[in-house]
């Protein structure tokens, strides 16, 4: 998948003030926040919008750092309307019910949803959005259109009319981090990794090696709870370097109900047995020439469970997202000794089947702003989401927060010094930004992510093999498709 890049404007490269060293966490999959409510009247101008408390953090400054509120002022937005940050809960499935909740009700404040990446459209096409190619000005809209990553436009605009319904905020792009020095250190040369990434197999022997070597407790972490994080992304990209799929080609992604069910092809059951033979070792349903780098708890791991060893120094590899670049590039982390790629595979996208599969990949995760059809000040939340389509609130946003402008273009001509270490992989990021496989996102995809999630984690714990696993799961796809045709 990659990005339109019409219309691409010429810019200077940017200096930008100092970055947080500090990230929180921010996904595909949700992030820690504290569930909160507005209390009373609001003042005139007021436009609430729903956030975690990562976004919340950056929204205002109480000091010399900058805000993103600031930001929307300097991008030319009225200063009469201010953004007031309605917090919500921890994971993207729960804030998925809180938003179905507020407006299957009707309610309003919030005036503008922060919505999963994942769950978009299905607000989408049940007219619970406004309609922003009818509202946006035309600069703006050509603007969004032509320079932000097509990927994470797709699932913010509507799959029947092609109208844009929400504004991305952020993308994220799943990466794998590794210690060069470690891995040099055992014999590898890891120089053009960044952007062609190694082979599976070269991939588990090296970080194997290292973390012998190394006398290091762990190899490679990353996340295989049975949850959202692992149906969305991480199985997504595994299963994608095989040549696997869940409904065909890429071209089935966003239209559910007459699709092929694939789960349960031989290259989707060989990426598990990879998986289990990366936990296990040579075991029951494994693959031979893959070699025992993962520990066995991370069928319970999500994001920042994965990254604490590896961001304490006690493995070799990790794969996340784009706040891990930026809490262990640092000078007082790993610092350039860091590795960044995007993940790596098993079969050439030639050699595979499917269309959009084989090769590294990359899953694309982010964040997207929709407005609530039920607001009374639309006009205020438009002229918001105009504001956050700007180069400079997108940079500060980068800045202040660490994630990804959906202008990716960006993050090349920002300067490292300034936004921090993810600027110093923008070669990485533009790799991941071509190679980026979204989820499923229809409105089947929330019962079919449980679905997907169970069974795989499932498989990956020997509670089933996995042609087993796979063949019951593609019984229960064909039963929930069956229900939209």
């Not at 509507?158 to 504004?167: K, T, V, W, Y």
């Not at 062609?196 to 022997?205: C, K, L, T, V």
């Not at 670049?325 to 350039?336: K, M, N, W, Y």
């Not at 020997?462 to 045709?485: F, H, I, K, Y």
């Amino acid at each position: 998948m990659g990005r339109d890049t019409a219309g691409r404007r010429d810019r200077p490269r940017f200096g930008r003030r100092s970055f947080l060293k500090t990230a929180s966490v921010a996904t595909a999959t949700g992030t820690v926040a504290v569930a909160g409510c507005l209390g009373g009247t609001r003042s005139p101008g007021t436009v609430v919008m729903t956030a975690a408390t990562d976004v919340e953090g950056i929204m205002y400054s109480d000091g010399d750092e900058p805000s993103v509120q600031q930001a929307l002022w300097d991008a030319g937005l009225d200063e009469d309307i201010r953004v007031e940050i309605q917090t919500v809960v921890s994971d993207s499935a729960a804030r998925m019910q809180t938003t179905q909740s507020a407006l299957e009700a009707g309610r309003s404040p919030p005036d503008i949803h922060m919505m999963d990446s994942g769950w978009t459209v299905p607000f989408i096409l049940r007219n619970q959005t406004v309609n922003l190619s009818e509202e946006f000005s035309d600069e703006t809209l050509q603007y969004v259109n032509d320079t932000y990553l097509e990927a994470i436009l797709e699932t913010a605009r509507d799959p029947e009319s092609g109208d844009l319904h929400a504004l991305p905020l952020f993308p994220d792009l799943g990466f794998t981090l590794y210690r060069q020095d470690l891995i040099e250190d055992a014999g590898y040369d890891t120089s053009g990794w960044g952007t062609d990434p190694p082979h599976w197999e070269e991939f588990s022997a090296a970080v194997r090696d290292a973390r012998d070597q190394a006398d290091l407790n762990y190899g490679y972490t990353t996340q295989a709870a049975a949850y959202e994080g692992l149906s969305c992304c991480t199985f997504n990209e595994v299963m994608t370097s095989w040549g696997g799929a869940y409904y065909g080609g890429t071209e089935n992604l966003f239209t559910a109900g007459e699709r092929p069910i694939t789960v349960n092809e031989q290259p989707v059951i060989d990426a598990i047995r990879m998986m289990r033979s990366f936990i296990e070792g040579e075991e029951d349903n494994t693959l031979e020439g893959y070699t025992q780098i993962c520990p066995s708890p991370i069928v319970q791991w999500t994001e920042q469970q994965s990254l604490n060893p590896f961001a304490g120094g006690n493995a070799v590899s990790n794969r996340n997202w784009s706040y891990a670049i930026a809490a262990t590039g640092t000078e007082d982390a790993f610092g350039e000794d860091l590795g960044v790629m995007t993940g790596p595979y098993a079969v050439s996208q030639e050699d595979a089947e499917y269309e959009g599969t084989g090769g590294t990949t990359a899953a694309l995760g982010g964040w997207n702003l929709a407005v609530s059809p039920f607001s009374n000040r639309q006009e205020e939340a438009l002229q918001v989401l105009e504001a956050f389509a700007t180069e400079e609130v997108m940079l500060t946003i980068f800045e202040v927060g660490g994630f990804l402008p959906p202008n990716l273009e960006l993050v090349a001509e920002a300067d490292p010094d300034d936004v921090g270490p993810v600027a110093r992989y923008g070669d990485v990021v533009q790799s991941a930004s071509e190679n980026a496989i979204p989820r499923p996102a229809t409105d089947l995809w929330p019962e079919q992510s449980a679905l997907i999630s169970q069974s795989v984690n499932a498989a990956y714990r020997g509670e089933q093999a996995p042609e087993t696993a796979m063949n019951d799961l593609a019984n229960e796809l064909e039963q929930s498709e069956a229900e939209v045709q």
